[in-house]
């Protein structure tokens, strides 16, 4: 099981950014995004069931950030847009076989970098 993420960069504040989560080895019912800033711990970012009915977004990013998958193509996205300096961590998806929320994820992608200028 690989959950690869990529979509990371450099971004003026206000800008947009559209990470991608490619899964391999299996489907999963609920995917997840996480971040961890700069001496910060990783927080729940947002969350999507399998058909994309049910959604889940932390309160700092409700309204600017869309949490979507293409379960033909295995990959879960994340577009952000009016971003923050403060929305700048390490992203980093995840997959369960639970219910959506923002606990019990048994596996995780690498984290890719968005840094966000202001």
């Known amino acids: 099981v690989q959950l690869q993420a990529s979509g990371g960069g450099l971004v003026q504040a206000g800008g947009s950014l559209r990470l991608s989560c490619a899964a391999s080895?299996?489907?999963?019912?609920?995917y997840g995004w996480f971040r961890q800033g700069p001496g910060a711990e990783r927080e729940f970012v947002a969350a999507i069931s399998w058909g994309g009915g049910s959604r889940n977004y932390a309160d700092a990013v409700k309204g600017r950030f869309t949490i979507s998958r293409d379960n033909a193509k295995s990959t879960v996205y994340l577009q952000m847009n009016s971003l923050k300096s403060e929305d700048t961590a390490v992203y980093y998806c995840?997959?369960?076989?639970?219910?959506?929320?923002?606990?019990?994820?048994?596996?995780w992608g690498q984290g890719t970098l968005v840094t966000v200028s202001s």
């Open positions: 080895g299996r489907a999963f019912s609920t």
């Open positions: 995840a997959a369960k076989r639970g219910a959506i929320g923002a606990r019990g994820y048994d596996y």
